[in-house]
């Protein structure tokens, strides 16, 4: 059970088409998952919508259990050698006492993925032309989940991203989205939270 989640401009502005009605599912199932582990029972456009911001809770969750456990442990730099400790052949002195840190490292990263996307409730409409997922329906993202069931949200959330960093314009956005994860050898099953291998 957690205490809050990360909502993204994208969640806010793919809840735009919505009935009030499907709107409001949506939102509950939604805080109910990410807040409480509740798996939704939705039908419809709910559902659909679910499935694509499901993986990105998913994802923002075990960033921040990991971030509890101290993180990923640093990598060995290649250019410095291990030094090993000189045997003690002296054992008549006196034992040296121990060195103790009472230096404790508390630093638990909970920016889970922040960025200009993320919002409370408010959202302008600053460059809707450029955005894709106002282009999507829910038949859209089920074709782009079925193609990419492990990553199809994040692969959304990269053209996305794209689509609005360089201000294309996208006419058709299923066979765009699909055309750019082929251009990028995408992999359904990476770690695209971290960006997964993209170049």
Known sequence: ?????????????SFSDLSKKDKLQLFDALCNYALNDIEPELTGAPSAMFKLLKPQVDANNRRFENG????????????QTETKPKPNHNLNKTK???NVNDNVNVNVNDNVHDNDNAVGCGGGSDG?????W?????????????????SGGFLIEEVAAEVKTKRKE????????????????WDDKADHFDGGGLS
């Open 1 to 13: 059970m957690r205490d809050g989640f990360v909502f993204y401009r994208s969640f806010f502005e």
């Open 68 to 79: 509890k456990k101290g993180g990923r442990p640093p990598k060995p730099n290649n250019n």
């Open 96 to 98: 040296p006492k121990p």
């Open 128 to 132: 809707d032309e450029f955005n894709i």
């Open 134 to 150: 106002k282009k999507l329906t829910p038949a859209d993202i089920d074709t782009i989940y079925d193609a990419y069931p492990d």
């Open 170 to 185: 996208v006419k058709n956005a299923v066979p765009f989205i699909l055309g750019y994860a082929k251009n990028k050898n």
